[in-house]
Every structure is written in C-alpha cells, then in structure tokens.
C-alpha cells in the first residue's frame, strides 16, 4: 500500500503488527548459500544435537531480513530507512517457527537537514508463543509537511 505520511503525522505510542511467516529449513539453506554463514548451528542437525538448544537455529540475519521485510506493507513515499540500532536476538528461531512483528512509535525529532525529521520505531519480533525473539530500532528520516523545496 502507498502512502503519504508526513512526520508530522506520526504520533508517538502507535502501533501496528504484521502478518505472520514461517521459517522453513528451504529459508535457511538459501541465507546461508547467499551469505557464505555455513556454521553447524544452522546447517548441521546432528551436531546441534549435542548443543544446548538441540536443534539448528535461523541465521540471526535471516530473522533480522524477513521481520523487517514483514514491516514493509507500507510504502511511505515520503520517507526512508536512516538505519537500524540496538539489535538484539533474544531468543533463537527454529524451523517451523512462526513470526510476526509488532512496530511501535517511540519518538520523534528534527533532523539536521531542514525539511526533515526523524521518527523512531521499537521492532519486537515474536515467535508463535507471543516470546521476544529478536527486538530493534527502525529509524526512518521522514519529510515534513509544509517544507518548501527549493
């Protein structure tokens, strides 16, 4: 979906939550061909046996690119990603699991180039159980509404 929405218009404490994806062992074979991360923890069922979680675990960066991507049924015209900060996988995901994403407005500010700001959004990323695995901060440099370009 396309929007236009203005920073101005985003208020602090709103949020919104995805759809949910599974994460398949096919998921997991392709990041791992893409980014050359063949570590036994994601590729070697019988080692992870003898591990603490007991069975192979998503690449940290796979369930970083599918929650952010589940985040992206909105297209705002009007803004783009500045960056993510404070990344932290707090618990792991196996195949078979399901996330989903919950995005929160924590805040908002001016940016140093005029006709900007910057709003700040907390990713909480859940299992099927409603547990934390993975949280964020999404921050986006967004156009103001009555800024004239020159």
């Keep these: 979906m396309w929007v236009k929405k203005y920073f101005e218009e985003f208020e602090i404490g709103h949020t919104r939550q995805t759809t949910g994806r599974t994460i398949t062992e096919t998921d997991i074979v392709i990041h791992a061909g893409q980014t050359g991360d063949f570590f036994p923890h994601h590729m070697d069922e019988e080692w992870c046996k003898t591990q ?19 985040t992206a049924d909105h297209i705002n015209e009007v803004s783009m990603t500045y960056g993510y900060e404070r990344l932290r996988f707090t618990r792991p995901v196996f195949i078979g699991d399901t996330i989903r994403v919950e995005v929160t407005i924590k805040s908002v500010a001016d940016h140093k180039k005029p006709g900007y700001g910057l709003v700040f959004e907390a990713i909480e990323t859940y299992n099927q159980h409603r547990e934390v695995v993975m949280v964020c901060e999404h921050i986006s440099m967004v156009e103001k509404k009555n800024f004239i370009k020159a």
């Design 52 to 70: 603490p979680f007991g069975k192979r675990i998503a690449h940290g960066t796979l369930v970083f690119s599918i929650a952010i991507g589940l």
